[in-house]
Nanobody, 124 residues
Framework: VQLQASGGGWVQPGGSLRLSCAAS????????VGWFRQAPGKEREFVAA???????HYADSVKVRFTISRDNAKKTAYLQMNSLRPEDTAVYYC???????????????????WGQGTLVTVSS
């Protein structure tokens, strides 16, 4: 499956952005979709995931502020980001996999398919 992330940009602290991840697979509903981010000089880290079973998972750093959702009919996943902070500045990537188990969700090496990344900059 091919993934196309979009929606990044510049926003002031406290602002909001919604990222989108459009997939090419007709079987999109069977995939777990994850969002990861990589800040300058840091390793890529898990942000959120939406399993094909319907459960959602978040990194502690974004709980309450970020919401992951998906529209299987549109083959698209979203990441709504509210109350953004400068430390949220990063390139955000979406990823997908059709056979993830629960314990593998936060680990980027468990995802077979990746989008190209979209830059989010939070600054005043």
């Amino acid at each position: 499956v091919q993934l196309q992330a979009s929606g990044g940009g510049w926003v002031q602290p406290g602002g909001s952005l919604r990222l989108s991840c459009a997939a090419s697979a007709d079987t999109f509903s069977r995939y777990t979709v994850g969002w990861f981010r990589q800040a300058p000089g840091k390793e890529r880290e898990f942000v959120a995931a939406f399993r094909s079973t319907g459960t959602r998972h978040y990194a502690d750093s974004v709980k309450v502020r970020f919401t992951i959702s998906r529209d299987n009919a549109k083959k698209t996943a979203y990441l709504q980001m509210n109350s953004l902070r400068p430390e949220d500045t990063a390139v955000y990537y979406c990823a997908a996999d059709s056979s993830l188990i629960l314990s593998s969700i936060p680990y980027e090496n468990q995802y077979d398919h990746w989008g190209q990344g979209t830059l989010v900059t939070v600054s005043s």
